[in-house]
């Protein structure tokens, strides 16, 4: 029987304390944070802090191994569903580095995700049609649908290719992993309006990035820095800007990274949240 969380209070989404490794090494060190439906939060930190492998353990990927801690999504503990069972409930990851898939097209790969994510088969005209509309809304090259997915795709064209993947799944909870990276101004601003439109107020937003670019057109509400596998600072936007003017390195001289200061940092903040 799956368990529920406590209905007064609970956000749509929320990790308690997760330790994960990776290769019998540990990578996350005590991780929680909760999203509400219609927040966006940043995750920030620099390289090789586990922000990727966070996210991708939340979806469920198989090489990511969770020693403990629990996931819950719209009430339920889905710590151990596979991906396919948590992409299905409302749960949407988009990749850092999009895999091509040589003669499956878009068209076809769209439609058989919005299938098995509705739980039954939509009719081609209705699919066809909520395809287009979704081109329009991203401003995008319906000449995609027909083209192998990701298949000599520049990095731009990928990402936008996910944000279209989103449009279409309409996902409850969207996990996004450097969306930002490899795009040049012009990329960036179409991925981060298509992120603005497609993310509305029944979804919530976890946008990993290492600046302070994307998060210029997506504004986030709250931010959280992730450094050696723990949350070490949260706070509002503003925590942005004082990232972007300092680094990461304020952080490191005092230590907080270190002291276990990340566990207190990550369940306050989440607690203060969810009572406001």
Known sequence: MMRRMNDTTRPLFACEDLHVSVAGKEVIRGVSLTLRAGEKIALMGPNGSGKSTLVNTLMGHPGYQLTSGRIWFDGEDVTSLAVDEKARKGMFLAFQYPVAIPGVSVANFLRAAVNARRGSEVPVREFRKELMDA??????????????????????????????????????????????????????????????????????????????????????????????????????????????????????????????????????????????
């Not at 409850?172 to 930002?180: F, I």
């Open 135 to 276: 081109f329009k809304l991203l401003e995008a090259d319906s000449k995609f649908a027909a083209r192998s997915l990701n298949d000599g795709f520049s990095g731009g064209e990928k990402k936008r290719i996910e944000i279209l993947q989103m449009a279409m799944l309409k996902p409850r909870v969207a996990l996004l992993d450097e969306t930002d990276s490899g795009l040049d101004i012009d990329a960036l601003r179409d991925v981060a309006s298509g992120i603005n439109s497609v993310c509305g107020p029944e979804t919530g937003v976890l946008l990993v990035t290492h600046y302070q670019r994307l998060l210029n057109y997506v504004k986030p509400d709250f931010v959280h820095v992730l450094m050696e596998g723990r949350i070490v600072e949260s706070g509002g936007s503003e925590l942005v800007g004082k990232l972007e003017e300092l680094g990461y390195d304020w952080i490191e001289k005092n230590g907080d990274h270190k002291n276990g200061k990340d566990d207190k940092n990550g369940v306050a903040a989440a607690a203060e949240r969810t009572e406001g």
